[in-house]
């Protein structure tokens, strides 16, 4: 059970990235107090799913674009209002020409307890031709600086499959990633999205695809270096290592997407799941704001909630209710993307039955591991996940 919080701001645009965020500084202000109005109308959330959360997530965009004390206000409201005395875990995503010492000591002290910080390479040229606003010495001094002010947990993001990325530099963005000792690494193969400057890029010819073969090699290299560096695959893109008291240090929070645990999405482009509903604002910071600061909106009294607090106004958003395919589709999908794969006798027997002759075909191909009543795909294989998952669907 997780809240996230989109931070829809970005001092500039990443070139491979498609998430909705606004650049400049107009609607900034106006934006936090409508996200104070969104807390308190959807503050119900939970109550109807029968669930308390445990994890807080500030995504972006970029958060840090933001003071730590105007971030810390948010978290507070939200505490108060899910009434979360403790949570679990509290991450807040930030980029590294941000964190400077006092930065990383005030956002300590709002109470963040994980750092995520999107790094993505230690070399200068391809941060450049990511658009990147830092460098990699800069990467490096910004995780010094969190360390310094107290942050046992934090996460690093690295990118493969580009062009460029040669074998000799990526052993060497991973060596430097390792020296650093995260608690918890993250990397991701580009991705040609619509909308992005990349995928504007690729459509005029300029961008030519990665041979998966190479992507392959990457990926295979990265899993072998971390493994042998203490570090555990524990979902396709997501690397951690173990705690003092041997817990593995994964993401508590993005853990529970995929077990389908539900959540609340706060902000523009946000999306929210109780379990059969899924919601969504609309990608628009200045209509969100235009609603959640209209004297109009009546919010619900204390003990009172919407007809369904799971669902977004017509004015903001918008909802679906998903059908038992949709669930069982989603339920694979989502779990075979873990190391832990899938528990079949969590899924609809009757669904479950159209797919049982794909599931022995892919096991006799050494695509998928059944022990008992569960179901993986093998690490050597989850690069090729998507389209063994595919298979599975109904």
């Known amino acids: 059970m997780r809240i996230y919080v989109h931070i829809p701001f970005c001092g500039q645009f990443c070139t491979y990235c498609s998430f909705y965020s606004v650049k400049g500084k107009r609607y900034r202000e106006e ?11 959807r503050k119900h959330f939970f109550r109807e799913t ?22 810390g206000e948010v978290l507070s409201h939200i505490k108060e209002a899910f009434s979360i005395s ?16 006092q930065y990383a000591l005030e956002l300590y002290d709002a109470g963040f307890s994980r750092v995520s910080m999107g790094i993505q390479s230690f070399v200068d040229e391809h941060l450049l031709w990511m ?56 990397a991701y193969q580009m991705s040609i999205e619509p909308g992005s400057a990349l995928g504007k890029m690729y459509e005029k010819g300029e961008y030519t695809l990665v041979p998966d073969e190479l992507c392959l090699k990457e990926y295979t290299f990265l899993q072998e270096y971390l493994a042998s560096n203490g ?5 396709v893109s997501n690397f951690a290592k173990r705690g003092d008291g041997g817990q593995l240090m994964k993401s508590i929070h993005n853990s529970s997407y995929w077990t389908k645990e539900p959540y609340i999405g706060l902000g523009p482009a946000a999306h929210s799941f109780n379990g059969s509903i899924r919601s969504w604002n609309n990608s628009s910071v200045v209509k969100y704001c235009r609603h959640y600061s209209s004297p109009e909106l009546s919010l619900p009294l204390d003990d009172e ?65 059944q022990e008992g009543d569960k179901i993986r795909i093998p690490s050597c294989r989850l690069f ?8 599975l669907f109904v």
């Open 86 to 101: 403790e949570p679990q875990e509290v991450t807040i995503e930030v980029n590294p020409d941000d964190i400077t010492p």
């Open 50 to 71: 029968g669930v308390s959360p445990r994890t807080v997530y500030f995504g972006g965009g970029t958060p840090s674009l933001y003071p730590p004390s105007r971030l």
């Open 231 to 235: 570090y555990e695959q524990y979902e």
């Open 384 to 391: 090729v996940s998507d389209g063994i998952i595919c298979d």
């Open 305 to 369: 909630a919407p007809l369904s607090a799971a669902k977004i106004p017509a004015e903001v958003g918008g909802y679906e209710v998903l059908s038992g395919r949709d669930i069982f589709n989603e339920s694979v999908m989502l779990g075979l993307r873990t190391v832990a794969g899938v528990d079949l006798g969590r899924l609809n027997p009757s669904l479950l039955e159209e797919v049982k002759g794909e599931i022995v075909r892919h096991c006799r191909l050494g695509n998928l591991v």
């Open 31 to 41: 934006y936090i107090s409508a996200l104070h109005k969104e807390i308190e109308y």
């Open 131 to 186: 658009n990147r606003r830092h460098t990699a010495s800069q990467a490096e001094q910004a995780y010094r600086n969190l360390r310094d002010a107290g942050f046992s947990n934090i996460s690093l993001d690295l990118i493969s499959g580009f062009q460029g990325l040669t074998p000799q530099l990526w052993e060497y963005n991973l060596a430097r990633m390792v020296e650093l000792s995260p608690e918890h690494i993250s």
